[in-house]
C-alpha cells in the first residue's frame, strides 16, 4: 500500500513532556498537511507544506508547536512541554495539489 | 471566511432505506466541496469531490452528492445504506488556491438491522 503513513500511532505522555510525530506522504505528492481533531469536532487546519517550504501555519499552531519537511518528503510534528489540552488526533495528508487531500490514520496522542 | 455546517449530529436509519446528510457552506465564490468518511479510530477516505461543471457528482460506494448553489449545500445521498456504512462522515470546503480544508463537524450515521 502505497498511500499516506503515520507514526507511531498512538501516543501517551505525561503532562510537560516533548512528543514528535511522522508522516510519510503518497511519494509523488509536493503538499503534505497537518490537521489536529478532538473528539466530537472534525479536523482543524494546523499547517501546510509545498515541498519542504512550510507555507501556512493555523493560529491554532502555538509556539509550543513546530513542524518540519526537510528534504521534501517526510514530514515532523513536534509538540513541546504537553498539555492536556494538547489529548487529540493529529492527522496528516498529502496532495498532489488541487485541493484534494489524501489522509492518514492519524497518531492518536493522550496526554496525562 | 469560509465555513461548513452539519446539522445533524447522529443519524439513526435501518439498513437498505435511503440516506440524506446535510452540508451547507459559507464562501463567497464557487467554493471546492468534499466528502469523507471516517471509520473509528481511523483516518479520513475521501468519497466525492466537487470542483466545477455537472452539479451532481458520484463517488465511490454507492455515494453522490448534489451542489446546489442557490442553498449553498452539498447533501450526500445512498439509495440503499449497508450495515458497513456505519462511520462519521465529514463535509468540507476548499477554495482554488488556498490549501486548506475547512470541514464540518460531523454526523455520525448508525445503521440498524
Known amino acids: 500500500d502505497t498511500g499516506v503513513s503515520q507514526d507511531p500511532r498512538h501516543k501517551i505522555t505525561k503532562r510537560g513532556q516533548n512528543v514528535t510525530f511522522r508522516c510519510d506522504p503518497i511519494s509523488e505528492h509536493n503538499r503534505l498537511y497537518w490537521y489536529r481533531q478532538t473528539l466530537g469536532q472534525g479536523p482543524e487546519f494546523l499547517t501546510y507544506f509545498q515541498n519542504e517550504a512550510q507555507l501556512e501555519k493555523s493560529r491554532l499552531l502555538s509556539d509550543r508547536f513546530s513542524a518540519e519537511r526537510p528534504k521534501g518528503s517526510f514530514s515532523t510534528l513536534e509538540i513541546q512541554r504537553t498539555e492536556q489540552g494538547d489529548s487529540a488526533m493529529y492527522l496528516c495528508?498529502?496532495?498532489?495539489?488541487?485541493?484534494?487531500?489524501?489522509f492518514g490514520p492519524g497518531t492518536r496522542l493522550t496526554v496525562l | 471566511a469560509q465555513s461548513v455546517t452539519q446539522p445533524d449530529i447522529h443519524i439513526t436509519v435501518s439498513e437498505g432505506a435511503s440516506l440524506e446528510l446535510r452540508c451547507n457552506y459559507s464562501?463567497?465564490?464557487?467554493?471546492?466541496l468534499f466528502w469523507y468518511v471516517q471509520s473509528p479510530g481511523q483516518g479520513l477516505q475521501l468519497l466525492l469531490k466537487?470542483?466545477?461543471?455537472?452539479?451532481l457528482v458520484q463517488g465511490i460506494k454507492g455515494f453522490e452528492a448534489e451542489f446546489k448553489r442557490s442553498q449553498s449545500s452539498f447533501n450526500l445521498r445512498k439509495p440503499s445504506v449497508h450495515w458497513s456504512d456505519a462511520a462519521e462522515y465529514f463535509c468540507?470546503?476548499?477554495?482554488?488556491?488556498?490549501?486548506?480544508?475547512?470541514f464540518g463537524t460531523g454526523t455520525r450515521l448508525t445503521i440498524i438491522p
Open positions: 464562501y463567497g465564490a464557487t467554493p471546492y
Open positions: 468540507a470546503v476548499g477554495r482554488f488556491g488556498n490549501e486548506k480544508l475547512t
Open positions: 466537487y470542483f466545477s461543471g455537472d452539479t
Open positions: 495528508a498529502s496532495s498532489p495539489g488541487g485541493n484534494e487531500q489524501f
